[in-house]
């Protein structure tokens, strides 16, 4: 099982990045997927997640109404459509399965693919 994260870069402070995660031995059909990151220092946070179907998202408040998570399942693939980046969201980007009950989403296995530098600069 591999989940692969890209596209992350060097942004300007207002810019815009898209994130894909794509898996390999996984069919991500079946899962929800979240997106998490962790900035120098800090400890990993989620970000995003969305059910399996694609029908709910979930956001954290630090980047709700910026950030957009998508799921193409034809392309066993999961995006984070990231626009008016901030320098606190300078962070490496990871995917990875999730598990979505009433209290919230987190992670679902203990196991974290590659992750993606994400860099805003101010």
């Known amino acids: 099982v591999q989940l692969q994260a890209s596209g992350g870069g060097l942004v300007q402070a207002g810019g815009s990045l898209r994130l894909s995660c794509v898996a390999s031995?996984?069919?991500?059909?079946?899962?929800?997927i979240g997106w998490f990151r962790q900035a120098p220092g800090k400890e990993r946070e989620g970000v995003s997640c969305i059910s399996a179907s694609g029908g709910s998202t979930y956001y954290s408040d630090s980047v709700k109404g910026r950030f957009t998570i998508s799921r193409d399942n034809a392309k066993n693939t999961v995006y984070l459509q990231m626009n008016s980046l901030k320098p606190e969201d300078t962070a490496v980007y990871y995917c990875?399965?999730?598990?979505?009950?009433?209290?919230?989403?987190?992670?679902?296995?203990?196991?974290w693919g590659q992750g993606t530098q994400v860099t805003v600069s101010s």
């Open positions: 990875a399965p999730a598990f979505i009950n009433e209290a919230g989403w987190g992670r679902l296995f203990d196991y």
């Open positions: 031995g996984l069919t991500l059909d079946y899962y929800a």
